[in-house]
């Protein structure tokens, strides 16, 4: 996303804004929001925005105009008037600090403790009140508004009036967009709170904002962004009172504005410069990006990743090396080298003047450009300006039009969500509207929301009608209720709920086929081949699936209950009854497709290649079969409609196995947990075998059913460790490290892309120089990382024309790198086999699809 929001807390979280504003006195005017700071180091000081100002002080704020140090701690660090001072409503609510927290638990512990439990106990509370911190107010909300990477690498080498004009347009792009927080968004909470109480969500008169310019990111690359500091207080339209904001709806808009901005910035551009746009394909899902037609990827490439800053920092560790050995470094050595050099280039934040910057910046695109970079900007701008875009207003677009609009928002929208929100239904319009210019802001606003409008038309509502009217002063103007929070409705599809409904209708068909109790009892009452017995929840859930005739089962336990071992028992007294082959297994993804064949000896197949070869060859289920899908809660609800449906209409049973409390699909899911949840009688296992200590077990559980005690017995037990994102970060890393060396099979998990990235390069660096990988050739992956022999690798998508054997190429299989070619292809073999199973990825594939792992 192009904006982002993080909640400021009061006290001095909004110091960070400071640390780098450049020095300089005066007024500064916003038609001229780079220029005057040109030449100094830092970033231009803060400005004033929004409708809110006009509430403060006595009239001396206005929009544009410069935030003082002292200001921004009275506004945002005390919730204070930043002119008079005066408190704006009630105080930011205290917290508890720590030390008060520990002294009140440590009081109310039991007195007939002895000396050493009270001891044990008072150490285990200091631990967890000094890992939960001190909780602070919220007083404010941070919105980042990042311009897309073309338009920074535009504006990065523009010349200085150029320059000025892209930055004029994303100014007004923000400036519009908190003008369309105000009126859609921004909106506070006035009544009691409670079973007895009554909270209305009313109008305020603006918000009070400050925003801060920044050139440039950690790195050096260019990237223009710009914070936007809304304030927590507000002034109620209603009773002139000051209240805070509701956060709720902040949270909920954030996508929808990202959108809106990038449509907003857009039009800007496209009616000052004339420049155009184009969407790019990013990969696998994620959504295209818009970029400005000719800046080349190539150039992005250069400015927003780190491999330049690598390559430097290699060169002048191959220079040092020469001068002290006298000779050019091996292959080896260089890629050792650039590790280092992976290594020593983490950056940090440095401080310079925009001119620095720029210099910088364009000697940078020279190279990549190969001609002068700040004349190759004044031909793309100038060529754009000589055939202008048509731009749009909002009486050119036919109500036809808008109609069919809304209808491929609501159908792209229903095929990510089971439910959905007018927020989201407004994301997804902005995006199929980006590549329409409009005259104005007031325009796209309005096609834009007539587009929503057709799409909640189109959708089917699930929240009831109001039964009651309000009164007239807690209505909105289009006579809804402020007592229901705006774009709270929420909203589904007839489609989505009739495949619902005949789930439901196949889980209750008493008609499948089964199998006699009898043959049941044999395979329970003996061990399997492995010599394990089932457990008395095992047995049971057995039976009851085997025995119900329900042509739609389920089978649900949590990560460690053993469903394995039970469906492997199933497999078994299943065949004994149907024949050899008569259970088969489906699995949402080609990985788990294959864990279950590797685990149950069946012949199984991911659900969209087994719809595929149902739609081309005719494949289908067979009478008396039993159909197994793990992984069932990944599954989407229109692909266990549609292959429910023919295993039904062929006399088969469908076996749903997962846990209806971990991930859910990415497609409109839910079905799993829905048909788990419509029953009384579920299959469940219970007993949880995986975990060395009883409290892992309980806790485990704990976590599953959301109860918030799982908390403190992991940080009792320290499995939670708390700290500034970087520094978690480093700590993860490390742990990963130590596991490693200690032989351990560990996993590191990030939040991010772009984390991920980071660290896989982190640690491809330090396999290097450990000697793990090694060779002469590297070959470059699609996020600017790269390959050699001995590298660990992750497929992302399936190819099963790529194989040896059996084996074929699946997404997210982990391979070894045994070999870099030439010609950009790779040689890879499955992790953990030495020998056999070997496959040749080609250069195109190794491109798009390959990731480190």
Request: aromatic letters at 6%; proline letters at 4%.
């Amino acid at each position: 996303m192009t904006v982002s929001m993080r909640v400021m807390t009061a006290g001095d979280g909004y110091k960070y804004l400071l640390r780098s504003v450049a020095a300089g006195d005066g007024d500064r005017s916003l038609s001229t929001p780079l220029t005057r700071y040109y030449a100094e180091a830092g970033n231009p000081p803060g400005f004033w925005i929004g409708q809110g100002l006009a509430a403060l002080g006595h009239g001396e704020l206005t929009t544009g105009s410069q935030v003082s140090e002292a200001q921004l701690e009275l506004l945002i660090g005390a919730g204070r008037d930043p002119i008079t001072g005066d408190p704006l409503g009630k105080a930011y609510p205290t917290f508890a600090p720590v030390a008060d927290r520990i002294e009140r638990r440590t009081k109310a512990l039991d007195t007939d403790l002895g000396p050493a439990a009270r001891a044990v106990e008072t150490a285990r509370i200091e631990a967890e009140e000094a890992e939960r911190g001190t909780r602070r107010a919220v007083a404010g909300f941070d919105f980042t508004f990042s311009v897309p990477k073309s338009v920074s690498a535009l504006w990065a080498v523009a010349d200085a009036g150029t320059q000025a004009l892209i930055a004029d347009a994303h100014h007004a792009a923000v400036a519009e967009l908190v003008a369309f927080v105000e009126g859609e968004v921004a909106v506070t909470r006035t009544g009691a709170d409670g079973p007895e109480g009554t909270v209305a969500h009313v109008d305020v008169f603006g918000v009070a904002a400050t925003a801060f310019d920044h050139y440039d990111s950690r790195a050096g690359d260019p990237q223009l962004h710009t914070h936007v500091v809304i304030s927590n207080k507000v002034k109620t339209a209603q009773d002139g009172k000051w209240r805070a904001l509701a956060g709720r709806p902040m949270h909920a808009a954030v996508v929808a504005v990202s959108e809106l901005y990038n449509a907003a910035l857009a039009d800007q551009l496209t009616r000052t410069l004339g420049i155009e746009w184009e969407a790019r394909d990013r990969g696998r899902d994620r959504n295209p990006a818009w970029e400005l037609v000719g800046v080349t990827e190539e150039l992005i490439g250069e400015f927003s990743a780190r491999s330049r800053h690598i390559e430097v920092e290699k060169d002048r560790l191959i220079a040092e090396y020469v001068a002290t050995h006298g000779r050019q470094p091996s292959a080896r050595v260089v890629l050792k080298l650039r590790a280092q050099a992976t290594l020593a280039t983490r950056p940090e934040k440095h401080i310079h003047s925009l001119a620095d910057l720029t210099s910088q910046w364009r000697e940078r695109a020279g190279r990549v450009l190969r001609q002068d970079a700040t004349g190759w900007a004044r031909t793309l701008t100038h060529q754009a300006a000589d055939a202008p875009a048509r731009v749009l207003r909002a009486d050119d677009v036919p109500l036809d039009v808008v109609r069919e609009v809304g209808l491929s928002v609501m159908a792209v929208v229903s095929e990510k969500r089971s439910t959905w929100m007018r927020w989201n239904l407004h994301a997804e319009a902005s995006r199929q509207l980006m590549g329409w210019r409009f005259a104005s802001m007031l325009d796209r606003e309005a096609i834009t929301g007539l587009v929503v409008d057709a799409a909640e038309q189109a959708s089917l509502r699930l929240t009831p009608p109001e039964l009651a009217s309000s009164p007239v002063q807690f209505r909105r103007a289009d006579g809804t209720s402020r007592f229901r929070p705006h774009a709270s409705a929420l909203f589904s599809s007839e489609a989505l709920l009739a495949a619902e409904d005949r789930l439901l209708a196949r889980a209750d068909t008493l008609a499948g086929p089964v199998v006699g109790l009898e043959t049941v009892e044999q395979i329970t009452s003996r061990p399997d081949p492995r010599g394990r017995m089932l457990g008395e929840d095992q047995a049971e859930a057995l039976a009851a699936i085997a025995v119900s005739g329900r042509a739609l089962d389920v089978l649900v336990g949590p990560a460690g209950a053993g469903k394995t071992t039970a469906m492997s028992a199933l497999r078994r007294a299943w065949e004994k009854e149907h024949g050899p082959g008569s259970v088969v297994g489906l699995a949402p993804s080609a990985v788990a497709a294959q864990v279950l064949a590797d685990d149950l000896g069946i012949v199984t197949e991911n659900t969209a290649k087994l719809w595929q070869n149902h739609l081309m060859h005719g494949t289908a289920f067979e009478a008396g079969q039993l159909v197994i899908i793990d992984e069932a809660s990944l599954a989407g609800t229109a692909s266990l409609d549609r292959i429910t449906a023919e295993a039904d209409q062929a006399g088969a049973k469908v076996l749903l196995v997962g846990d209806w409390g971990q991930l859910q699909s990415v497609d409109a899911g839910g079905a799993f947990s829905m048909l788990v949840h419509a029953r009384d009688d579920t299959p469940e296992l219970l007993d949880i075998h995986r975990f060395t200590h009883e409290w892992e077990k309980t806790t485990s559980l704990q976590l599953r059913h959301g109860r918030a005690e799982a908390i403190d017995t992991l940080i009792d037990h320290d499995r939670i460790t708390g700290g500034d994102q970087e520094g978690m970060i480093d700590a993860a890393y490390a742990a990963w490290r130590q596991d490693l060396a200690t032989g351990r099979a560990s996993i590191l998990v990030a939040e991010t892309h772009e984390t991920v990235t980071a660290l896989n390069a982190r640690a491809r660096a330090d396999r290097i120089i450990d000697g793990t990988v090694h060779g002469t050739r590297e070959v470059s992956l699609h996020d600017g990382t790269a390959v050699s022999e001995g590298d660990l690798v992750i497929t992302r998508h399936n190819d099963r024309r790529l194989r040896n054997g059996r084996s074929w190429v699946r997404n997210g299989d982990r391979w070894t790198v045994t070999g870099v070619h030439a010609d950009g292809s790779v040689s890879i073999r499955p992790v953990g086999r030495r020998l056999r199973g070997g496959i040749v990825l080609p250069a195109d594939y190794v491109a798009e699809h390959l990731d480190l792992g």
